[in-house]
């Protein structure tokens, strides 16, 4: 009788363990039969309807207690190794859905043989098994790292200091600006932590802002705040605006200035990015306001108060603040904010709003905004639908409605009086048939206004008719950039789309290579969408489109998952117009490519720092009759209410179009929470600026609080997260960045692209550091504010860091 048939008796614990193993095996069968006939009816892999078969048959007779099912899963499990490698090679996290938990029910398997096949044969096949899965382990762990290994990094260019800086306030011993200065180079000049010495940073002091949610706002924080030093004093604002100087040696608070801006301003998020400092021309230093802290806040008022005492300039608008939504009609609270920096160029504060997006179509306008840095006095007003006007409207009329809106921040050169304006998109982001003409010729532009006048000098747009939310969220760097003819004023240009492109600052012409090239139309505006799209021939930050096989999740279930949603969507590549009929794929999606974090230049060695997202969304229009059946509709109505903490997007009414819109950010599957795309999810990048080329590139966030089912795997793997908040790089030759998902504050060496460096921040990182000295010391110093939408946690603590004293 063959020993197949000779079934062991019941017994124990053993028995039992294998019964249980074969009902696993089979309802896993089930489930892949199923979802595998449903992906080969839409035209996708075949693979998981023979493997749920496959584990069908092995787990009827695994219960059955017969050998023959652990021949067939070994079979199973041989043929998922071969088309695992055939689909994906050897790169490690692609094979990690595919032969992970295969793997461990091969395991199981094998622990099964002496129960399966009882006697010394069951024993030796079970002993042979494990030492054959050793060796595959062993042999495959080794082949996959070789595979896997990072490129060797190119040679940093070398140094050059010619680069001029044309901003006022230069970063050095200080930080006086967002950016470092209003070049937004984000670089520092300090050299006393390196890459050989950085090990033994130290943490030198923490401070609080206090500022944390009420139960009203509760999953709507992200201070996301740089602060700025200047002097003798460090200053910040706190999520909702409250102003705060420190010493900047100690972290002892000299004074702090309280706004009472209410939750129900709150926009999206409560955030402040970072504050202005401005020292009066010719003002006496012990002059009241001489020199003055100057921010914009939630409630949309522009305010400023004494850097010294924290009091408000009673000269500056009405007591020491300006309403900045005169003029602009209806603005029900949370519609109207800013929320970063305002930039000042020869003596004009410069401005922009967030408007809180996709609420309606009729949304609050987008005008841009320039007063008297002293007097607060309203210098201009750019409504971009009203040309001819060049200030505020006669009386009855407001500024024009549903106008694209800069809410990041802008840079300026101070030497040609021209201040840059990232602009985002018009109101009803996925919607483009109502937009005018000068709506479609300036949204998802960079325009540089003469700061003087308020009048455009010149833009570039860099997506047509954009309804991909992909609004310019980076703050423009300024450089001088190495031509044929020399050195060139320029200003670097991130973008969502991850292309970056190299712009003459002076006249908006490309300094390097941008073509027009076809992109995919259709969608439910057909007529709307631009055949072509500019694409940069300098640099770009985004991976190729995704393919079936680009599908990711825990186990080949959800990956399978995952996969069914892919061919269910529309996705025709890069630019897939919107749809409502079904769900259609945006990739990169609204997130980046790059954010709000921008890019840091080290000027001296003329080498680009660019972190980015690499995620898809998975969006649908949602026809009108439908979403108020949902109940979505817009902040100002009460059956709207305010904003949960869901992602932006996820359920936004579009109200006055004929479409709301639903995100899925990141394109994220329900229950586990993971996300359908492979990692890596973020990176960063050195690029030389000179050419274009990549000197490094590498995943960049960890997994240790990342996880299925929000559970944290605590595993140190740079698995590539999400992030916001950017990057600060110094002539010492480190870059020093936080911004992802795994609440770390890292160092890195410009010249290798390896972590040197790292501590365990108290709450998320989303935002960018900055680094400046004090009495010979250099310090580096965080935001560890959390970020409702990274879902990380939320805190309130200022964090410096340096060296042991001497």
């Given amino acids: 009788m063959p020993f197949d048939d000779l079934k062991p008796p019941r017994r124990g614990i053993g028995w039992l363990a294998v019964v249980i193993l074969g009902v696993v095996l089979g309802l896993i ?108 382990l062993v042999v495959g762990g080794v082949a996959i790292a070789q595979a896997n290994r990072p490129a060797a ?20 011993a200080d930080w006086p600006a967002y950016g470092g200065s209003y070049s937004a180079r984000r670089y520092s000049p300090l050299t006393e932590i390196t890459p050989e010495n950085v090990g033994r940073l130290e ?211 101070e030497a040609l009086g021209l201040v840059y304006l990232p602009l985002g998109n018009s109101a009803a982001d996925y919607w483009s048939s109502s937009r005018s003409p000068l709506e479609r010729a300036h949204s998802t532009s960079l325009v540089a206004l003469d700061v003087t006048t308020g009048q455009p000098a010149w833009k570039f747009q860099t997506v047509h008719n954009d309804v991909w939310d992909y609004d310019l969220g980076s703050q423009g760097t300024l450089v001088d950039f190495p031509t044929a003819a020399g050195l060139v004023p320029a200003i670097i240009l991130p973008s969502k789309q991850g292309d970056i492109y190299v712009l003459d600052r002076r006249t908006g012409r490309p300094l390097t290579g941008v073509e027009e090239r076809k992109v995919p139309t259709g969608g439910v505006e057909p007529s709307e969408r631009s055949p072509t799209q500019p694409f940069s021939r300098y640099h770009t930050l985004r991976k190729a489109d995704l393919t079936e096989r680009s599908m990711w999740g825990m186990s080949p279930i959800d990956q399978m998952v995952c996969r069914i949603q892919f061919q269910r969507a529309k996705y025709d590549g890069f630019y897939t117009a919107p749809t409502a ?29 660019a972190n980015y997202n690499d995620m898809p969304n998975y969006n649908r229009l949602v026809p009108r009759a439908e979403a108020d059946a949902k109940g979505w509709a817009p902040r100002s109505e009460a059956r709207g209410g305010s904003l949960g903490s869901g992602a932006e997007g996820a359920g936004d009414p579009q ?88 609440n770390l504050i890292r160092a890195i060496d410009l010249k290798t692209g390896k972590t040197v460096w790292k501590d365990v921040l108290p709450a998320g990182g989303q935002a960018t550091p900055m680094t400046y000295e004090v009495n010979g010391r250099q310090y580096v110093a965080i935001m560890a504010g959390g970020h409702h939408f990274m879902e990380t946690p939320i805190g309130d603590a200022v964090i410096a860091y340096a060296l042991p004293a001497r």
């Fill in 29 to 136: 069968g089930i489930a892949l039969t199923i979802g595998g006939a449903w992906l080969v009816a839409l035209r996708g892999s075949p693979y998981y309807l023979l493997a749920g078969l496959g584990l069908i048959a092995a787990g009827i007779f695994i219960a059955r207690r017969r050998v023959l099912g652990a021949w067939i899963y070994l079979a199973v499990f041989i043929a998922t190794l071969v088309w695992a490698v055939w689909e994906v090679g050897l790169q490690g996290w692609p094979l990690v859905p595919r032969i992970v938990a295969p793997a461990v029910l091969m395991l199981l398997v094998i622990a099964a043989m002496p129960v399966l096949s009882p006697g010394r044969i069951g024993r030796r096949m079970s002993l042979g098994g494990l030492a054959a899965f050793a060796l595959l």
């Fill in 655 to 742: 109200a006055g179009t004929p479409y709301a819109i639903d995100v899925n950010a990141g394109w994220r599957l329900p229950v586990t929470g993971l996300l359908c795309k492979e990692p890596p999810y973020g990176g960063i990048r050195a690029i030389d600026l000179k050419t274009g080329k990549t000197l490094w590139d590498r995943p960049f966030g960890s997994a240790r609080t990342n996880g299925p089912f929000g559970i944290p795997s605590m595993l140190p793997i740079e698995i590539g997260t999400p992030n916001n908040g950017g990057a600060v790089v110094t002539a010492g030759g480190l870059v020093f960045i936080a911004a992802a998902t795994d």
């Fill in 153 to 172: 990094p190119l040679a940093l260019p070398e140094p050059d200091s010619q680069m001029v800086e044309p901003a006022l306030l230069t970063s050095g």
């Fill in 203 to 413: 943490r030198v002091w923490t401070a609080h802002t206090g500022d944390l949610p009420s139960a009203a706002a509760a999953g709507k924080y992200g201070a996301e705040t740089t602060p700025l030093k200047v002097g003798g004093s460090l200053y910040l604002c706190s999520a909702k605006n409250i102003l705060i100087a420190l010493d900047p040696a100690t972290g002892k608070e000299r004074w702090r200035y309280d706004p009472k801006v209410p939750d129900s301003a709150i926009p999206y998020t409560a955030a402040c990015r970072s504050v202005s400092y401005y020292a009066v021309p010719g003002a006496d230093p012990a002059e009241a306001c001489a020199t003055r802290i100057i921010e914009g806040t939630l409630d949309a008022r522009l305010i400023a108060v004494d850097a010294r005492n924290g009091l408000p300039c009673e000269g500056f608008g009405k007591g020491g603040q300006i309403d900045t939504k005169a003029n602009m009609g209806s603005t029900p609270a949370g519609m109207v904010s800013i929320t970063s920096a305002p930039t000042i160029v020869r003596d004009v504060i410069v401005t922009g709003h967030q408007i809180l997006d996709g609420q309606m179509r009729d949304a609050p306008s987008g005008v841009i905004l320039g007063y008297d840095a002293k007097t607060g006095e309203q210098r201009w007003a750019w409504d971009l639908a009203r040309p001819d006007r060049t200030n505020a409207p006669p009386p009855g009329e407001i500024y024009t409605r549903g106008t694209p809106n800069m809410w990041t921040t802008a840079s300026g050169d």
């Fill in 581 to 609: 009929d079904r769900r259609y794929i945006e990739y990169p999606g609204y997130n980046g490519g790059s954010d709000w974090g921008g890019v840091a230049v080290d000027a001296r060695r003329g080498v680009i720092v």
